[in-house]
């Protein structure tokens, strides 16, 4: 058994964990991070870049065919092999080679191995070769182990072995029928990819799709994965499962319907990795989301245990994951240096825009960005509060980007402080158009000073204008 002794231990070499890791070496600690798996997390090779790579070429299809002239270009159907291998390269064909020379770059010490705290400060690793290595840090054990996809307790559901985001990510074929239980990001972004690569997709949409963002997003979603042959199902729920000898599934839905397909998905949330990481051994519950303070730090836990990425369940995206490590890792080599660290709103040290400006883009068809707050939690939040709708198709870019553009804007201001608290975007290629919000929410932008913020002539953009103006001045 090896004894080391480094400034910080980090548990998961996910994109979060690499940031923190990467900011304290900046910040002249020494770190050591632990991998189970491969470096670079779900992220780069079972969820973000995978599945946006599938998505991508479908959304790039629809472009030409919305554009007149182009349109006539497009003799062809979607070439599902080349979608595949498209996603392959993106999942850097599920080798972390390049990953691993950049820790390497980065002067952060990697130990390949199932990390496990025993005690304050020291994190056990279990390695393949049955080796165990004992790393002591002398400020902060960060834990960056994110989540994995939660299989709900339905008759025979595990037994029928079924799909999880991992296995959509990274299918080698389309099956022929594709069952998918769930209406949230996953499934939205997941039916609509195998819709277009040619599989037969029904949907099982308990709660509805997209639920949780503004009404008319998860509409205008349903409406196209509708279009697009894709069966929803609102409110429908399966009982039971099972796989039969010839791999087929058969499901059973509440009202005694059964539906057969070649794969089945579950896409319903996640729960954090946080089952065999030694939390037992602080007085932790294992298997829980680790809920932290302003500052990163694990509840219950001493002031040398912190949570970062998925695993704190703040946010469940990559970007704002790795915006806590950019803090955290900043934060920790302040603390080491002994120098003041001020976790108030918006400082260097906090994590606020976790509470009031998070974008998400859901790469659907039609896609949804959103930041911050929708009409409904703002409500509840009990903010005064204005709603701005405006018809996204009736922008003079709009119209010109593509034939028959469909589309919804939504600004949510606070009326007692003249601010932006949310907006979202529904629409073909409103991706890129959200980062405006974003920097409108975060620096409390005065309504009254966004008239001065004009918006080029035609794009997309100009809803900005048309929201003001439907506001008033
Ligand atoms: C299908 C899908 C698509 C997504 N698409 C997007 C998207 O487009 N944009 C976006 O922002 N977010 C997206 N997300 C969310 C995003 O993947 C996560 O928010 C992000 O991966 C979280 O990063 P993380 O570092 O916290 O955790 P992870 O990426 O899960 O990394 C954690 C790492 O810790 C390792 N680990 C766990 N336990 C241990 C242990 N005990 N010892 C050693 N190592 C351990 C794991 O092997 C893993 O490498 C998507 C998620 C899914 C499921
Ligand atoms: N583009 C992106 O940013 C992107 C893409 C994919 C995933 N993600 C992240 O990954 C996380 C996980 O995504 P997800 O889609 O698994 O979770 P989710 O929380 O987005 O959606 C889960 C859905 O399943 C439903 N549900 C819950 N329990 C159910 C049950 N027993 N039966 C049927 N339906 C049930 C919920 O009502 C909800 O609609 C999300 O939090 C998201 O932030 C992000």
Request: hydrophobic share 45%; charged share 20%; proline share 3%.
């Amino acid at each position: 058994m090896d004894n080391m002794t480094y400034d910080v231990v980090v548990i998961g070499a996910g994109p979060v964990g690499e940031n923190v890791a990467d900011r304290a070496v900046q910040g002249g600690l020494s770190v050591a991070i632990v991998e189970r798996e491969l470096v670079g997390g779900e992220c780069s090779y079972w969820a973000c870049m995978p599945t946006k790579a599938l998505l991508r070429s479908t959304a790039a299809l629809r472009a030409a065919r919305q554009v007149p002239g182009s349109r006539e270009a497009v003799t062809g159907q979607l070439d599902a092999a080349a979608v595949l291998a498209r996603r392959d390269s993106f999942a850097s064909n599920w080798n972390d080679e390049g990953q691993v020379s950049w820790l390497d770059s980065a002067g952060v010490k990697l130990y390949r191995g199932q990390g496990r705290i025993s005690g304050e400060r020291v994190v056990e690793v279990y390695s393949a070769d049955e080796t165990v290595t004992t790393l002591t840090a002398r400020h902060a054990v960060v834990v960056a182990t994110g989540s994995s996809a939660l299989i709900p307790d339905i008759d025979g559901l595990r037994e029928a072995k079924p799909w999880t985001s991992r296995e959509a990510a990274s299918a080698k074929a389309v099956p022929g029928r594709l069952v998918v239980i769930g209406g949230g990001v996953v499934a939205s972004e997941m039916a609509t990819a195998y819709t277009s690569l040619g599989a037969k997709v029904t949907m099982l949409a308990r709660d509805g799709v997209l639920h949780l963002a503004e009404p008319f997003a998860g509409e205008r979603v349903t409406a196209s994965l509708r279009e697009a042959g894709v069966d929803v199902r609102i409110g429908a729920e399966a009982v039971s499962v099972t796989r039969d000898e010839a791999g087929t599934v058969h499901l059973t839905l509440t009202d005694g319907e059964q539906i057969a397909a070649d794969e089945l998905l579950v896409a319903i949330g996640r729960v954090p990795n946080t089952q065999e990481i030694g939390l037992d051994t602080i007085g932790l519950k294992p298997g829980s989301w680790l809920t932290v303070d302003d500052a990163l730090r694990v509840d219950g836990a001493g002031d040398w245990l912190y949570a970062a990425g998925d695993v704190n369940r703040r946010a469940l995206l990559t970007h704002q994951g790795k915006y806590q490590a950019r803090v955290l890792g900043d934060a920790i080599v302040a603390r080491a240096k002994g120098e003041p660290v001020d976790t108030g709103a918006y400082a260097r040290y906090a994590v606020t825009a976790d509470e009031r400006a998070v974008p998400q883009v859901v790469f659907t068809e039609p896609e949804v960005a959103s930041v911050g707050l929708t009409a409904a939690a703002a409500e509840k939040a009990g903010l005064r509060t204005r709603v701005i709708d405006y018809d996204l198709g009736a922008v003079s870019g709009s119209v010109l980007h593509a034939e028959g553009y469909q589309g919804q804007a939504r600004m949510v201001v606070d009326e007692d402080r003249k601010v932006i608290v949310g907006f979202t975007l529904v629409g073909p290629d409103v991706a890129e158009l959200i980062h405006a919000a974003t920097i409108a929410i975060v620096g409390e932008v005065p309504i009254d000073r966004l008239w001065h913020a004009v918006p080029a002539f035609p794009t997309v953009s100009e809803v900005w204008l048309r929201l003001l103006e439907t506001y008033g001045r």
